[in-house]
């Protein structure tokens, strides 16, 4: 039951907004998600302010968790060893509210009127609620919330309150720490979700309390990072705490006050989060104090944010308010991940849950850093730095696995391997591929000459290693990579997977191109010879590339299987799936759509219609990429409804997960589905390359890119593309065959023939 | 360092025993093992008597375990849920000797003379040690104990004692119920021996003990088993205990006596245990109280059992003692294993140690009962019933693993699947025709009609039923079996394993053979199909049978590895391990021994030597297999360095586990190495075939063979192979060419020409 698109009278279109207008007990988690605000370094789920109505309410900052050694049921040379998961830090979305004696709650008391709200344009969340209270009082609360985006340990909270009659009014508001609660309660069904640690989490170091501010700091057990919170309240009147009482798992600061009619009192809490590393040399608690700033300086903060953000990274489609509004919802959701992350992981969920752990995987640099390269390269950047960050605990762990260069891990917080199925998890190397892309296409696209000759290299050096030494020439002559998982996880530990083969040619003959003093003439040889004999299966029966050496002669799969046994992964055991013909995700199909220039057309459209009906779609990440493919190949009907099916995952919460966080990678492929599948954007070199696919019910797409220090503006109809550019010196565009160069004053429109668009 | 062979001083050569003539702390543990007792029910490690002196000891009853909930680090559906170990049941061989003041230990007391003995001919046990006692007495103890055969649960111990002077003697005997130690300290480096319950696992619920007798028993928390044990003592001369105390974890029985010069003392310690499953209605204290018989009594037992085991299934080596002492210590192991485990799985350790987690595997049917069904035809009908009465689990499992008929558990107790890593546990379908193969070969060896027509037509159809959901018939016409991990478990998950399609092909052409009216003709003519057209993988580079559909295109392993990062398991990942071409154990080579009528002599010598220099024989179950494929093929140096390394390997501990226990199953692949290997035999139906090889160096080969309710036996010299037969009607043989029928009083002679025995 989809939970936005099926309901627009309690979730109305509004293209800037996404708005609730009634409430209803079920799905509170999810939205709870899909309310959630962030900056990218600290996220506070979308939680109603009274613990009587929360579902799986927290506050995340990135990469603060814990540590944990992974207890194998049967370990084995190798297996990752250190569980990391993302933590709850105390949460101050926190009130009891209670009038004349009532505790207001949405479960518990009459609600007259109820609404909230994100405003995209603003950051700001809003709950309005008018409740009729049992001593006959009109009252109406109006909770307001944002994050900061110049200080990024900031979150700014307000209450205010006025009924029709006088009240009295006992206002406890909290900081509470969760940490400790079972995490088995915090994960939904998926048994990927693993992850334990035993015992208190969070150790109390510091622990003031006075005058309604809040001065503390906790310890987390094994990990020893640590967090301080800053907490102050301002009551409207200057009415002063009558309580304050600060404790290692509840904090409160009580008000007690008489509102007469009509009058409207304001509850502003200031909330200011620090963190430190083991070893870092940081008081958190006085840090936290300093950074702390007043209500409504965070919330123009947070707006004036947006405004900059909308600016340049907003893309307008014109196919409707309803469609408007879940891709603006998209697009505000990759800002909520990265905006203020800095040299960080983007984890799987952003700040908007501990799904996944908070753990960074190959999405980042596959599904969201086109995203970032186009619109906000300096996070782009970031994240390029953190991976870099890794290079040395990537190099222990390809000796760990017998090769050279380095391995990443599949999934991590610290930069350690965390996942313990390696199967699907150390045995997807092709994760060394997406960081090499992922750089290159940051330096494309930013002209980022200090980062190219730096840190890229070694990037793309390490990871060149790794490929050599992990795959070998056969006595074909061909170079095969063998007994490794592409990012179909339905086939799993599998020879010369295609995707990961044309990703691996790729980061090899990069690496070759590099120059370096550390890298000889005969290794670099050895990576061009690599490359240029890659193996890729192909099945000449089908006349189409294989996903592996053996997936052709797999069994097919019964697509008879009831709806609720999707996903397969959580109906059948692995050994089943892996036998079979069926994907979870496109894996041949993203080969096609990142190495594009590889493959003919031909290719691509047979690669397609092959794979697209065994996809079943159980990951998040595959149906923006078949939309994409499906632009391409010309089914723009396909095209359209794997768009339509993956801007709306979360907002229906269609995988029945959203309540662990939203899919960030999904929302980076909304995206790249605009850019990349509609408007046809390709890139691989320094020209854009554009070959535009607009669906026939849309009136238009307009969109902008950051290139090279400049903003290029891209504005589809059926018509015609037209560009402008307003940056230094001049960029130029590949339309079909048309090659046009776009300066500052000098926008430039390719006219486009209907009839060029492929349809079948 | 080899542990025995290497060092005759300390271990000479003695047909008939196993004797250790000096005291060395290091290999304690390994000792144990070899030295251990048992009667297939109740086991005890070869421990000296003082509590200083032990390395692991402990006492096990087969099938006596605990189970929990298998906690998963990254869990999917059907992974394995019930973990289950075999317990340490309270061990009474438990003295503390103090002699004027001095308590006896090989650690801390001046030892005079030493001698450990097992004597494989009446199964007794029995250190004597002559110690220099502090206050001046020279004293002598001689500790003996054995097993019951007529009553499975008896143990008996006994312990004397004489000084040269007239000496104070104070001594504890103890029954000590070691079970809740942590699990860390029973278990060696294999990361494959997991397991763990926290806290006690043993509950008390009888503890009395009075004037020198304990009437005791224990709860297992979670499988609700009970054991029930009775301990009575006997000091000679009628003196009493001076102390009794039960307790849960220690109870004691303690003397203290003056022992005049030259006289000799004897304690007399009788132990019976009894166990009851949960919902049994079994009083474990009485039925164990019930069965306590004198110590002599055990003893005599004993050696009576043993006096018939070796009139039958002796096997006579003309190789010298010290390979004849090796091979009666390897079938005294095999009786120990099996001769009274009645209805129930035979462990891989037997009752010998903790090892493997006491758990049963497909070995007992490959490796273990062509030994039964030849010697102990009955204990080989009571594994197979075992085994079908695990077939209701075993048909559950199939359904959890989405394909039909029976999928029995790779490794297990109760009988629900314990492998908690499905690439080298759930995905060793082959377990399956295994079983249907052990079943198979009961039926001709016995004649036993009953079965075939009962039990073994039930697993025959339900494993038929397994493999023709599991494979499919391919594209090619061809009937595929993919998705499996074969013997060799350094390669996993591939397709097409050639042991197990051929296994799987034998196992429907038995089913499809079976008359029964559950089974329509559609379904047997489906069997034969899928067996007619079973793909068998063949590279024709090599003109051999490949391992699998992908093993020949996979890396050679780089055979520079120096040996100390053998086995490979412990020192690589498995994906390093899994795409190179290395073979943990005989694969594709033990398909030719099993199924030998289907490949050709040039197939199998073909196969023999491509797959024989790349096997690392990591595992124990190799090096019989090897040998007895290179007798066959003509490489009879190799065949005998092949069998030369299985017969020492817990004697010599060359592969640095034997202290976990017995390797049972490669103890049954020496009767095979005799019997299959040099004396050549094979089975497939009625007709016994051989194709004697024996070693240039051995005089001699003589064993008998239980065949139809008779004895056959074989006398092998160089010139000629002899057989005689005692039982009813007659049994033909071929001996290569020649067919020979041997009746009661009718022996019947072959010659033997050399010229015929392969040599390269």
Chains 1, 2 share one sequence.
């Not at 060893?81 to 207001?104: F, K, M, S």
């Not at 307008?316 to 800002?335: D, I, M, S, T």
Request: proline letters at 4%; hydrophobic letters at 45%; one cysteine or more.
């Amino acid at each position: 039951m989809a939970l936005i698109s099926s309901d627009r009278i309690r979730f109305p279109a509004d293209p800037w907004r996404l708005v609730e207008t009634s409430h209803a007990p079920d799905k509170a988690g999810a939205l709870e998600t899909i309310f959630a605000l962030g900056n990218g370094h600290l996220g506070i789920r979308g939680a109603h302010w009274s613990p009587a109505d929360v579902a799986l309410p927290g506050t995340f900052i990135n990469g603060f968790h814990e540590t944990w050694d992974i207890k194998h049921a049967e370990n084995a040379f190798g297996f990752a060893r250190t569980g990391q998961r993302i933590l709850h830090v105390p949460d101050a979305n926190n009130y009891t509210v209670v009038i004349d004696g009532e505790e207001l709650s949405l479960e518990g008391s009459t609600v007259l009127d109820y609404r909230r709200t994100v405003d995209f344009a603003t950051g700001i969340y809003t709950t309005a609620v008018t409740w009729a209270c049992r001593s006959g009082a009109v009252v109406q609360t109006v909770g307001r919330r944002a994050v900061g985006f110049a200080v990024r340990g900031n979150l700014a909270l307000s209450l205010e309150l006025t009924s029709d009659r006088m009240v009295s009014v006992d206002i406890t508001s909290a900081l509470v720490n969760r940490q400790d609660q079972p995490v088995e309660e915090t994960a939904a069904a998926d048994p990927r979700r693993s992850g334990r640690h035993a015992g208190r989490v969070l150790l109390p170091l510091q622990m003031d309390g006075t005058d309604g501010s809040l001065r503390m700091s906790w310890q987390t057990a094994e990990s020893r990072q640590r967090v301080g919170v800053a907490v102050d309240h301002a009551l409207s009147g200057g009415v002063q705490a009558v309580e304050t009482m600060a404790g290692q798992d509840v904090s409160t600061v009580r008000f007690v006050l008489a509102v007469p009619a009509g009058e409207t009192v304001a509850l502003e809490k200031s909330v200011s989060y620090a963190v430190a590393d083991e070893g870092e040399d940081l008081d958190v608690v006085s840090a936290a104090a300093a950074a702390l700033r007043p209500v409504a300086e965070v919330f123009a903060d947070s707006a004036s944010h947006y405004g900059r953000y909308w600016a340049t990274s907003d893309i307008v489609v014109g196919g409707g308010e309803e469609l408007q509004q879940a891709v603006r919802w998209n697009l505000f959701q990759l800002a909520q991940a990265t905006a203020r992350a800095d040299v960080a992981g983007i984890p799987a969920k952003g700040v908007t849950g501990s799904g996944y752990e908070g753990h960074y995987f190959w999405d980042q640099e596959i599904y969201l850093l086109p995203y970032l390269s186009y619109t906000n390269p300096e996070a782009a950047r970031n994240v390029l730095l953190f991976r870099h960050k890794l290079l040395p605990l990537a190099r222990v762990r390809a000796t760990e696995l017998s090769i050279d260069g380095a391995l990443f891990p599949w999934r991590t917080i610290g930069g350690l391997e965390a996942s313990a199925y390696y199967a699907a998890g150390t045995a997807q190397f092709h994760i060394g591929a997406a960081i090499a892309f992922a750089a290159n296409r940051y330096v494309w696209a930013s002209g980022d000459h200090t980062f190219r000759d730096n840190q890229a290299r070694d990037l793309l050096v390490e990871t060149a290693r790794m490929w050599v030494s992990l795959g070998f020439f056969g006595a074909d002559g061909a170079f095969h990579i063998h007994g490794v998982t592409g990012p179909d996880e339905y086939t799993a530990v599998v020879n010369d997977n295609l995707y990961t083969n044309v990703m691996a040619r790729f980061n090899l003959r990069a690496a070759a191109a590099c120059r370096r003093d550390d890298v000889s003439d005969e290794e670099r040889t050895v990576w061009q010879e690599a490359a240029d004999r890659m193996h890729l299966p192909f099945d000449r029966t089908h006349n189409v590339y294989a996903q592996d050496n053996d997936f052709m002669t797999l069994e097919p799969w019964d697509w008879n299987t009831p709806r609720d046994k999707y996903p397969l992964l959580l109906h059948f055991h692995p050994l089943v799936i892996y036998r079979h013909q069926v994907l979870k995700q496109a894996d041949t199909v993203l080969a096609m759509f990142l190495q594009w220039q590889e493959f003919t057309a031909d290719e691509k459209r047979r690669a397609f219609e092959f794979y697209d009906p065994i996809t079943t779609g159980d990951s998040t990440l595959s149906a923006c990429v078949q939309g994409i493919m499906a632009a391409e190949v010309g089914y723009p009907m396909e095209a359209l409804e794997h768009f339509t099916e993956a801007v709306f995952i979360d907002l229906d919460d269609s995988h029945n997960n959203t309540v662990d966080g939203v899919h960030i990678a999904s929302a980076g492929g909304i995206w790249s589905s605009l850019v990349s599948g509609f408007a046809g954007m390709r890139d691989q070199g320094l020209m854009l390359y554009f070959d535009p696919r607009l669906p026939a019910g849309w009136d238009g797409l307009d969109f902008q890119l950051k290139m090279r220090g400049g903003l290029l503006g891209v504005s589809l109809t059926h018509e015609a593309i037209t560009f402008s550019y307003d940056g230094p010196a001049t960029v130029s565009v590949k339309v079909r065959d048309t090659v046009v160069t776009v300066g500052s004053g000098c926008p430039a429109s390719v006219p486009l023939d209907a009839r060029e668009a492929l349809v079948h």
